[in-house]
């Protein structure tokens, strides 16, 4: 899978990262949908590289949860650091 098809799975990760965690993420719709898109590369980076994901549709659910799981994780890191003052 491509890039730019890691960037248009991350917007739509990004709008279920805000719709899962609506008071996490500061900030509003963008910076969800931009936490989606660096969600869904880091991701897709680190299921291949963990679980030797082979990460080469865009349709295949193994590609869906990896990106949303990593959307979560890094608007939690996100809203974590964001958070303190």
């Given at each position: 899978?491509?890039?730019?098809?890691?960037?248009?799975?991350?917007?739509?990760?990004?709008?279920?990262?805000?719709?899962?965690?609506?008071?996490?993420?500061?900030?509003?719709?963008?910076?969800?949908?931009i936490?989606?898109?660096?969600?869904?590369?880091?991701?897709?980076w680190?299921?291949?590289?963990?679980?030797?994901?082979?990460?080469?549709?865009?349709?295949?659910?193994?590609?869906?949860?990896?990106?949303?799981?990593?959307?979560?994780?890094?608007?939690?890191?996100?809203?974590?650091?964001?958070?303190?003052?």
């Amino acid at each position: 899978m491509g890039f730019f098809s890691f960037i248009i799975l991350g917007l739509i990760v990004g709008v279920i990262v805000k719709a899962i965690m609506p008071g996490k993420v500061q900030g509003g719709w963008i910076t969800s949908i931009i936490l989606g898109v660096v969600g869904a590369i880091v991701g897709g980076w680190l299921g291949s590289i963990i679980f030797n994901a082979d990460l080469g549709s865009f349709f295949n659910i193994k590609t869906w949860l990896l990106s949303i799981g990593g959307g979560l994780v890094v608007a939690a890191a996100y809203g974590a650091i964001k958070g303190r003052k």
